[in-house]
């Protein structure tokens, strides 16, 4: 039977009771993991005080630059399992999480293998926030189906170890100490960059591998919303400067052309029967694309600038 090493990646005190949470959803799973790492980005007293806290669990420190990518890179170097599997430090996997993952890995085509994300709103959904948008606060969205996908979202989600062999996560991906926004997409990098080397077999979404990721209430702002959209598509910049256009882009261009538009229609349908909600998510989805395209294009005029600034 596969083993399972779990790596969680903490930062702040501000989410001490989210990281206690999240450590004993995983230790209460069924199988149990073979190992819970958990590393600290940078903070020698938040990691002193969990490793007190926590003396069954692999507490250590981040041995790369600081930044979520980096940290992940060093739970990866000291798991010990076939599997190496994520979960964020403010969600809470549900009882099923490592035994979905571990019904999937039974076929040996797969080769990584990611879950269904639900969003724990500190109060409720907002009524104009869609759904097509949950990937705002790392959830799963409406458009995303359960079978073979391009790539894996990041704080669900799980890998055959091996697959590093060709290296970890991008650091120059993602949120990093350099650039606080709220950037991602360096697990999309990582899944197109292991297909690219040859690697044969499928990324698989699971949506019975699931966990409750926690949104608090600043994130459940408009002007959060947006500020995500513009990353998101800053972040996909960098994809395509890495992988190319055309792999970056090929699962965007879907949601963009088929499940966006179907969005728009939905809400535009509930407001026809008198829900106004309807409206607002309507243009929440306009807005959102927008934004992401701005980003998109940002990033794209950065990396020519900084190429001709590299020429001089």
């Known amino acids: 039977m596969l083993t399972t090493s779990v790596v969680i990646c903490a930062h702040t005190e501000e989410r001490w009771d989210d990281t206690l949470k999240a450590v ?14 958990l590393v600290v980005d940078h903070n020698p007293e938040l990691q002193t005080r969990l490793a007190g806290q926590l003396p069954e669990v692999c507490v250590v420190p981040n041995e790369n630059g600081r930044g979520l990518s980096g940290a992940r890179n060093t739970g990866v170097a000291l798991a010990t399992g076939d599997i190496v599997a994520f979960l964020d430090d403010d969600a809470i996997a549900k009882p099923g999480w490592l035994a979905a993952f571990a019904r999937s890995y039974a076929d040996p085509d797969v080769i990584g293998v990611g879950g269904r994300t639900e969003p724990g709103w500190a109060t409720r959904r907002p009524t104009w926030w869609p759904t097509e948008f949950d990937w705002v606060v790392g959830c799963t969205y409406t458009g995303r189906e359960p079978g073979v996908v391009r790539n894996l979202l990041g704080g669900n989600a799980s890998y055959r170890r091996d697959l590093f062999e060709i290296g970890g996560f991008a650091r120059d991906i993602g949120r990093t100490a350099a650039d606080r926004r709220p950037l991602g997409c360096e697990e999309t990098e990582f899944c197109i960059r292991v297909h690219q080397t040859g690697q044969r077999g499928v990324f698989v979404y699971d949506d019975q591998a699931v966990i409750v990721h926690r949104v608090p209430l ?6 959060y919303f947006r500020s995500r959209c513009m990353s998101e598509g800053l972040s996909k910049a960098r994809v395509t400067k890495s992988v190319g256009a055309g792999a970056g882009l090929a699962t965007e261009r879907a949601y963009t052309a088929v499940t966006l538009p179907a969005g728009v229609l939905r809400g535009l349908r509930r407001t026809a029967y008198g829900d106004l909600a309807g409206l607002l998510s309507a243009g929440a989805i306009i807005v959102g694309l927008m934004y992401t395209v701005l980003g998109y294009s940002l990033g794209l005029w950065e990396q020519i600038t900084r190429r001709d600034g590299g020429r001089q």
């Open 24 to 37: 004993a959803s995983v230790r209460s799973q069924e199988p149990a993991p073979h190992q819970v790492i």
């Open 218 to 223: 600043t994130r459940q702002s408009f002007s």
